[in-house]
């Protein structure tokens, strides 16, 4: 089978690998589109690479059909539509005991600390496997983990509708947020730098602004009649959307923080004491909220088509890699079987 595989040193190339069976307890995937995020750049850009095995089969945001089922496994039958939550917790530690599962404090994450999609047949373990209702095409479905990133962060900031909400960064994730935001019944404000991705949102019928040239703060008090955001989601990793945040938030309002930070940031806590503000981490996501994501894509409450830049062959993962660091693409697909190409 065919796979795409990170050697080091920013080197990625297509590579033939055997196919084992499945073995107990777990699933074989023939994997049909895998898609290409934020964190498989980061691990082809060599920034993970103390972290990661190589070489590394990455890639975690799945869809696929169940190929073969391990011994010990019940539930499944071959060709059951299939996407992966890619956590494995060890069920021991404090995080766990206390039901948060998801941020384990030793968490593998699967296409990160163990091989992911980007290879044709994928053995997994059954207990991460996800199904999908018959009805979703597998290209839509491969959007699900991204989703459920979303529908995750929305949660934990309790928005209520009719909330406004400002989404400070416009990519992938940012148009994710704003579109179950939307779904959950706010008001939604995206701030985003790039011209073409600002056009892109503004199709999409949000509220959009370029926080670059634009008075934000400005924009955000006259749209809320000087109230504030009830919710403001941080998902651009910026130094100056991070101090933005506690500006733009209500009185008892709630900033979530998304976007994973590479360095500490100066925030206002001065602010938030006399505002009584709510700050929030978000990581990964819930096996509901997985489901969650199931169903707004299932429904087409998810602007897919306006987020898949491309779809593209197994063989070409590195240029899409490149593209999407070139800031030429907002997410790509992988076709990891080849139907699309053939």
Known sequence: MKAAAYHGHGRLET???????PGPGQLQIAVAYCGLCGTDLHIVHGDMDSRVRMPLVFGHETAGRVAAIGPGVRGWSIGDPVTVLPLIWDGTCAACLAGHQHIC???????????????QRWNVPASIAVPLPPGLDLRTAALVE????????VRRSELQIGDRAVVLGGGPIGVLIA????????????AEVDP?????????????????SDDLAGEVERWTAGVGADVVFEVSGAAAAA???TVLAKVRGTIVVVAIHAAPREIDLQRVFWRELRLLGTRVYQRSDFDRAIELLARGRVPVDALISAV??????????????????????VDVAGEAHR
């Open 146 to 153: 991204p989703v459920a990133v979303a529908v995750h962060d």
């Open 179 to 190: 579109a179950v935001a939307r779904d959950a019944g706010a008001d939604v404000l995206v």
């Open 243 to 245: 101090r933005s945040t």
């Open 15 to 21: 590579v033939t690998l055997d196919v084992e069976p």
């Open 105 to 119: 404090q030793n968490l593998v994450f699967v296409g990160i600390d163990s091989p992911g999609g980007l290879q």
């Open 312 to 333: 593209v062959p197994l063989e070409e993962t590195a240029s899409a890699i490149a593209d999407l660091s070139a800031g030429r693409a907002m997410k790509i697909l």
């Open 196 to 212: 073409t991705r600002r056009g892109r949102i503004a199709e999409l019928g949000f509220r959009v602004i370029d926080p670059g």
